[in-house]
């Protein structure tokens, strides 16, 4: 194995880090002096993100592909390490998402989500593979879904509890050459597509705040911060971990707000 550079020379990939939580995390590698780069579907956002992490003062490059297709993902990849060199960190956070009941959500609205968080998890980490510096990092952001049945979200709880069984195998498989595998489970975050999804009226998400046990909702820096440990020396023995990052929520939070969800959605399937 190959000594682990110093920090301030480390490569980091974030797949989706273009927007929400997952910019967050690359602003944040970034801000720590790390070399970053992002990719998505849109080119729009990617120019922007670019822009906005080489304001910060780092090195920043990317380019863009949609995690369900494979072949795109790993030439990507390919470019930026022959680009870069090897990757010390990627964080891979694919997400889809929409309230529906299974008894009213067709089979493709089904799959897009499967072929989005876990598919393009696959995708993701299949790519970055033959890339990753051994030792090195994988970082997956998974969602409460993975672990609390949700009412309307049966397409997001199989797909999310699909990439944490993928980070436990493969934390498993990649463990001899030294490539740690973790999940972070965020709770409701402020400000991103997924609170805008489930909680898009004032009201709900004061009624989020409340259900956290913390008394607030958290900020891309509080997924930020549990990566950067992750990927520090400090968590050098932690492979195979699903860490929730998420106010305690998932101790009971979660499950009055589901049962609210519900509610509406129920109200809509019998109109």
Same mark, same amino acid.
Request: hydrophobic share 45%; charged share 20%; aromatic share 4%.
């Given at each position: 194995?190959t ?13 989706g ?14 801000? @720590?002096? @790390? ?12 120019? @922007? ?16 592909? @949609? ?46 989500v ?11 980490l ?6 990753l ?111 929730p ?27």
């Amino acid at each position: 194995m190959t000594d682990t550079p110093d920090k301030s020379s480390r490569t980091v990939l974030v797949a989706g880090g273009t927007s929400g939580i997952n910019r967050g995390i690359a602003e944040g590698f970034a801000r @720590d002096g @790390d070399r970053v780069a992002v990719f998505s579907r849109s080119r729009e956002k990617v120019d @922007d993100a670019i822009a906005a992490l080489r304001a910060l003062g780092a090195e920043a490059t990317g380019f863009v592909a @949609d995690v369900r297709e494979s072949e795109a993902v790993s030439e990507g990849v390919r470019t930026l390490c022959e680009k870069w060199g090897p990757l010390d960190v990627v964080v891979s956070g694919a997400a889809g998402n929409f309230p529906a009941l299974g008894a009213a959500m067709s089979a493709n609205a089904f799959r897009s989500v499967v072929e989005i968080d876990l598919l393009g998890s696959f995708h993701v980490l299949h790519a970055v593979y033959p890339h990753l510096r051994r030792p090195g990092c994988v970082i997956h952001i998974s969602a409460p879904q993975a672990v609390l049945p949700m009412v309307g979200q049966s397409h997001v709880c199989a797909a999310k509890a699909g990439v944490d069984m993928l980070t436990r195998t493969l934390a498993q498989e990649w463990g001899p050459e030294g490539i740690r595998v973790n999940s972070v489970i965020p709770g409701p975050v402020e400000n991103t597509e997924g609170m805008a999804r489930l909680a898009p009226e004032d009201s709900q998400r004061e009624a989020v705040r409340r259900s956290v046990p913390l008394q607030r909702l958290g900020q891309p820096q509080d997924i930020f911060r549990v990566c950067r440990f992750l990927a520090s020396p400090d968590a050098a023995f932690v492979t195979g971990a699903v860490l929730p990052v998420d106010g305690g929520w998932s101790l009971s939070g979660a499950s009055r707000v589901g049962d609210s969800l519900a509610e509406v959605l129920m109200g809509r399937l019998h109109r």
